[in-house]
């Protein structure tokens, strides 16, 4: 049994409790994690590193199953370790590599929010009537950058039950001065006529241009498609699964029922069930665009990008 070091437990803890969460900040977070690794310990050989390094990456993985930004960091990052260990280097060359490949995706994951800000502000009119649910980084971008753009926005946000991460995103808005209004999930279908645009973020992103995204978000976007509200998506490449390419299906995380309910009221009631998904899938005909840093793509259009990032060749 491997013994993980108090780095590793903790950083794990962190992003299942959800002290850390979000797509994205979830895989930087793993990354630096493995960053703080790489010193750990005086390996002996560049064999005894790369076992050390892969059996953290899995263990992070496990921490939470649906956000494909997490274990697509780690496998950039231990695709790289691997590169490096076949070109005969030494471990201490290796480690540096390592380091550089840890600091360059965190870099370059937070210069794709930025992008994504650039390009889906394009998107956002002046006088757009705005509604978005949960809490992402990369729509919140999206989202100011229009604001700070001198767009006159305003912007509807769901409350996100059962963990409330809408109120992180109303209180980020509101504290750049966006004209906020919280409402509850239930009420998206009553104020969908005065919206004009629906725009949240993705966990993953399927090779048929499906988006998994905090529960509900499908709701949303079906009761968005009946009034002819456009809804985007806004993500980095690094949340599409490559194994969706092949007909994998992506976890549906699925959390404990006390989040619904406190448990003293669950206790008194031992014949109720309790379901807690923390996320849905939204059908890409739902979908009218999904903002990237590479670019604009239509959902259906995902698949070709999703070859290039991988360099995928049906077999
Ligand atoms: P960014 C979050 O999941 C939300 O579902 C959000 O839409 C998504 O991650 C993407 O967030 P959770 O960790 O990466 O709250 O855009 O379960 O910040």
């Known amino acids: 049994m491997v013994e993980f070091s108090d780095n590793l437990q903790k950083s794990f803890n962190n992003i299942k409790t959800m002290k850390v969460r979000g797509a994205g900040l979830i895989a930087r977070t793993a990354v630096e994690t493995l960053k703080v690794e790489i010193d750990r310990e005086n390996d002996r050989d560049v064999t005894a590193f790369l076992s050390r390094m892969t059996e953290a990456g899995e263990y992070l993985k496990l921490a939470r199953p649906t956000a494909v930004s997490l274990p697509n960091s780690i496998n950039n990052f231990l695709r790289q370790i691997q590169v490096g260990a076949k070109s005969g280097s030494s471990v201490e060359e290796i480690k540096a590599i390592s380091r550089k490949a840890a600091d360059m995706f965190i870099e370059a994951s937070l210069e794709a929010i930025k992008k994504i800000g650039e390009i889906g502000s394009k998107r956002i009119s002046d006088g757009d009537v705005l509604l978005t649910h949960c809490n992402s980084q990369s729509a919140i971008e999206v989202i100011s950058m229009a604001h700070s753009q001198g767009k006159n926005i305003k912007v509807f946000v769901t409350e996100t039950r059962p963990r409330y991460q809408g109120r ?89 029922g006390s989040e619904i309910a406190p448990k003293e009221w669950l206790n008194l009631h031992p014949n109720i069930k309790v379901r807690n998904p923390a996320f849905d899938v939204t059908p890409s005909e739902y979908i009218d665009i999904i903002i990237t840093e590479m670019g604009l793509f239509p959902p259906q259009g995902i698949i070709l990008l999703l070859k290039d990032l991988y360099s995928l060749l049906p077999s």
């Open 168 to 256: 992180l995103t109303a209180a980020a808005l509101a504290d750049r001065g966006l004209d906020i209004t919280l409402i509850p999930d239930s009420a998206a279908r009553l104020y969908m006529t005065k919206i004009d645009k629906v725009i949240v973020g993705a966990d993953a992103i399927a090779a048929n241009g499906a988006v998994i995204n905090k529960i509900g978000t499908s709701q949303i976007a079906a009761i968005a498609k009946e009034s002819r509200t456009r809804v985007m998506v806004a993500a980095e490449t690094y949340k599409i699964s490559p194994q969706t390419f092949l007909g994998e299906l992506i976890e549906i995380e699925e959390r404990d």
